[in-house]
C-alpha cells in the first residue's frame, strides 16, 4: 500500500530506521516514550527438552545461513534488517521483550475478551 501511494507512513517503530522508509522518522524521533523502540524479531526456537548438541549443531547452520549475502539480500527485498544474535543473546532479547509487554499490559491493564 505504501509503494503503491495508498498509504503514507507517519512513523516506525524500532531503533534505526527502515531501508525501505528511509525518510519516514521513527517515533521516538518525535518525542514518543522509548517503549516505542521495539522492532520485532524472527529466529529459530526448539522444544525444552532438544539435546544440546542438536541445539549446537542448529545454531551454527543457523549462524552460517544467516551470513550469507543471498541470505541479507534475499531479508532486505522483504523490508527486513538482518541481523543475527547468537543464542544467549536472542534468549535475553525475547526475556526482555515479554518482560516489556508484560508491563505495558499491566499498566493498561489489558484484558482479551472471549
Not at 522509548?34 to 549443531?57: E, H, N, T
Request: aromatic residues 8%.
Amino acid at each position: 500500500m505504501v509503494k503503491v501511494g495508498r498509504f503514507r507512513p507517519l512513523a516506525t517503530s524500532g531503533d534505526r530506521r527502515s531501508p525501505a522508509l528511509p525518510d519516514t522518522p521513527l517515533l521516538k524521533d518525535l518525542g514518543f516514550s522509548d517503549r516505542f523502540v521495539f522492532g520485532g524479531f524472527s529466529g529459530l526456537l526448539a522444544p525444552a527438552r532438544v539435546p544440546q548438541p542438536i541445539l549446537d549443531k542448529l545454531a551454527a547452520a543457523f549462524r552460517i545461513s544467516a551470513q550469507k549475502p543471498e541470505t541479507h539480500e534475499r531479508l532486505l527485498a522483504l523490508d527486513t534488517v538482518p541481523s543475527y544474535r547468537d543464542p544467549a543473546a536472542f534468549r535475553a532479547q525475547i526475556e526482555r521483550n515479554l518482560k516489556e509487554w508484560t508491563e505495558i499490559v499491566t499498566q493498561l491493564n489489558l484484558t482479551v475478551d472471549s
